[in-house]
């Protein structure tokens, strides 16, 4: 399955921005080949640019990586919850909130590195195990609806969202 393939009442409005990021390619090829890519990208910035704040207040890029690595923690919980059927609804997650208490600034780069490819291979495992069916799902996570493909989608989307925002705010 592709992103084209999504239908806009199985995500939220706001992740429309995430999956327009997202290329033409099937779901697990692409949440591998993203992470490399990334990581890539991640490794030709300068090393005097992890602790730089463009504004006051704005995360560094370290911190942005944490909170990729969250974001993706917390969007794999919602698939698996959605692709057993679980017909909880789940809580958002405040992300100023989780960047305050991760302490991602004062992680070594390659430690950030490391941990977001462990999250990403086991969400890949995961998205594997899920049949056409399981992946079709729809659950409700912060008072809007999810599918389980979306959410891998958004996986991706969300990485490259703040990958994009590295170009424009942090190295333009």
Do not use: C
């Amino acid at each position: 399955m592709k992103p084209s393939q999504l239908r806009p009442d199985e995500y939220p409005a706001y992740q429309k921005t995430y999956l327009d990021t997202v290329d033409e390619i099937e779901l697990v090829e692409e949440l591998e080949i993203s992470l490399h890519r990334f990581i890539r990208f991640v490794r030709e910035i300068p090393m005097d640019k992890f602790d730089y704040r463009y504004a006051p207040g704005k995360w560094t890029i370290k911190e942005i990586i944490q909170h990729i690595i969250d974001t993706e923690r917390v969007f794999g919980y919602r698939a698996l919850a959605f692709a057993r059927n679980d017909k909880t609804p789940l809580p958002g997650f405040e992300e100023n909130d989780y960047a305050d208490e991760a302490g991602g600034n004062a992680r070594h780069l390659n430690s950030l590195l490391t941990e977001l490819s462990e999250v990403r291979q086991s969400n890949i495992t995961l998205f594997k195990s899920f049949s056409d069916e399981m992946l079709m799902r729809v659950g409700n996570a912060n008072g809007m609806p999810s599918s389980v493909r979306s959410l891998g989608f958004a996986i991706i989307g969300h990485q490259n969202h703040h990958q994009n925002v590295y170009r424009e705010r942090y190295l333009g």
